[in-house]
């Protein structure tokens, strides 16, 4: 578990409709019913199939033949009528740009949903050790954030440097199972257990008129190969059993059920649909401009 908590830090239901044009290429928007969820880019880069638990050589012929595979860092932008919410802050090295490129800044974030503490989604919430977001509340599950506090400091150093500095503005749930996604956390917004990638990681799925999204956090870290093969887990994963069965699960409903996805670590934009494969599995369709 301390090999992949280390690599971790190293790396650490409607189709496709109302695409606005893109201003950049770190950004993405797409529109959920009265939300608006924007793609905010942290970096497109590919990860080496090392990080990959027992996959097979022919897997990673098939699907990564030069040994690597397409991966990024997302966070989201979330507009809703009368709130600005982030889903998670990525490393923060190109967050502030990509907000202000929306008109929005620091201050006007009203509310920080995120899927877990891994230094690549946390690593915006502070700036020069003091908190980024002055005006915003904090969301966490409550199995996330006692993991992170009840581990030794050297490395769990980043994620308790933050609970400590929005102490006064966390709030603090449990995610509920899929089957219950009616038991809201916000207003459209419910907190699905994904666990396992992280003992509280979590996923959180809009409902806004009659339109849904997912946007699953770290359910995948290798789309080409965790596609048409969820049971492969990777190192960074606390649990990679109780990962798999997470995968395997979301994987299944949204595509029973047609609900557009976006994730932190599918290459831009970010967003797509998820089918059952001709052969098992299931395969993933960026939506496209």
């Not at 301390?2 to 290429?25: C, D, G």
């Not at 928007?29 to 990959?52: D, H, N, P």
């Not at 199995?143 to 933050?162: F, T």
């Not at 396992?196 to 009659?210: C, I, R, V």
Request: with cysteine.
């Amino acid at each position: 578990m301390k090999r992949y908590f280390i690599l971790s830090l190293l790396f650490v239901s409607i189709m496709v409709t109302n695409i606005t044009a893109q201003e950049n290429a770190d950004i993405f928007k797409f529109a959920v019913g009265s939300f608006e969820v924007i793609t905010l880019s942290e970096g497109q880069q590919k990860s080496g199939s090392s990080i990959l638990i027992d996959a097979t050589s022919e897997m990673i012929d098939k699907y990564a033949p030069d040994g690597t595979f397409p991966s990024a860092c997302n966070a989201f932008l979330l507009k809703t009528p009368d709130k600005t919410i982030l889903i998670d802050a990525g490393f923060g090295r190109n967050l502030f740009e990509n907000l202000k490129s929306q008109n929005v800044t620091a201050e006007e974030v009203d509310i920080v949903l995120l899927t877990h503490m891994h230094g690549d989604h946390i690593g915006g919430l502070l700036h020069n050790g003091k908190i980024a977001f002055p005006n915003a509340q904090l969301y966490i599950a409550q199995l996330e954030h006692d993991y992170w506090m009840n581990i030794d400091s050297r490395r769990g150093e980043q994620a308790q440097n933050v609970i400590k500095a929005y102490k006064d503005k966390f709030q603090l749930f449990a995610p509920v199972d899929l089957q219950n996604s009616t038991n809201e956390l916000l207003s459209g917004i419910s907190a699905i257990a994904a666990y396992g990638h992280t003992p509280g990681h979590t996923a959180y799925l809009l409902k806004s008129e009659n339109s849904q999204f997912l946007i699953w956090g770290d359910l995948t870290h290798a789309m080409a190969i965790q596609m048409p093969h969820p049971e492969i887990a990777v190192t960074y994963d606390v649990n990679p059993e109780d990962a798999v069965m997470a995968r395997k699960k979301i994987l299944e409903y949204v595509a029973k059920n047609r609900i557009p996805v976006a994730g932190m670590h599918i290459a831009f934009p970010a967003m797509g649909n998820v089918t059952e494969g001709a052969n098992g599995g299931y395969k993933f369709t960026a939506i496209k401009n």
